[in-house]
T-cell receptor, first 113, second 111 residues
Framework: NAGVMQNPRHLVRRRGQEARLRCSPMKGHSHVYWYRQLPEEGLKFMVYLQKENIIDESGMPKERFSAEFPKEGPSILRIQQVVRGDSAAYFC???????????FGQGTRLTVV | GENVEQHPSTLSVQEGDSAVIKCTYS??????FPWYKQELGKRPQLIID?????GEKKDQRIAVTLNKTAKHFSLHITETQPEDSAVYFC??????????FGTGTRLQVTL
């Protein structure tokens, strides 16, 4: 059973471009969470999704950020018109239920130049 | 919302000594408290967790204690080894899903 898979591992974008981060949960997991980790800081919750539904997006910035978890395929975190402050590690986690341990992926390190 | 504070931010111990990291939380409804270890450039990995119906949990050299009245919980690592060197994060949550993390403790185990 492969773990949570994130790609790409590293992503470089110029200011103003779009970044698309992908997360495939562990087999049998229908709950996906995205966290952002700024350099030298802890992880900050962004959004919690189940298949085709956003359950909690209280940690998402109001503009430029969106997330989806379609019926088929990976969850996508999309950042439009990236700025230097978006540079961070973005971690995805998945779980089989809403009160069970979440397993983290290896993260996508986004660098905005 | 939940707020988690973690101390110390850095901790240096000699190999074989014990290390203690402390966290406090604000939301009395929180009932799940995991601890994660993160090595440089890698994913956070769950090392131990505790739910509010117990006060202490142990797994070999690591243990976690929880005081719900005071709203604080602690990680204890005994007989530290160089491979314990990493950043440790505590977290709190009402369920196991939406975690609020502390700011991390960088543990350095010296020979």
């Amino acid at each position: 059973n492969a773990g949570v898979m994130q790609n790409p591992r590293h992503l470089v974008r110029r200011r103003g471009q779009e970044a698309r981060l992908r997360c495939s949960p562990m087999k049998g997991h229908s709950h996906v969470y995205w966290y952002r980790q700024l350099p030298e800081e802890g992880l900050k919750f962004m959004v919690y999704l189940q298949k085709e539904n956003i359950i909690d997006e209280s940690g998402m910035p109001k503009e430029r950020f969106s997330a989806e978890f379609p019926k088929e395929g990976p969850s996508i975190l999309r950042i439009q018109q990236v700025v230097r402050g978006d540079s961070a590690a973005y971690f995805c986690a998945s779980s089989p239920g809403d009160n069970t341990e979440a397993f983290f992926g290896q993260g996508t390190r986004l660098t905005v130049v | 919302g939940e707020n988690v504070e973690q101390h110390p931010s850095t901790l240096s111990v000699q190999e074989g000594d014990s290390a203690v990291i402390k966290c406090t939380y604000s939301d009395s409804a929180s009932n799940y408290f995991p601890w994660y270890k993160q090595e440089l450039g890698k994913r956070p990995q769950l090392i131990i967790d505790i739910r509010s119906n117990v006060g202490e949990k142990k797994d070999q050299r690591i243990a976690v204690t929880l005081n719900k009245t005071a709203k604080h919980f602690s990680l204890h690592i005994t007989e530290t080894q160089p491979e314990d060197s990493a950043v440790y994060f505590c977290a709190a949550s009402i369920t196991a899903s939406k975690l609020t993390f502390g700011t991390g403790t960088r543990l350095q185990v010296t020979l």
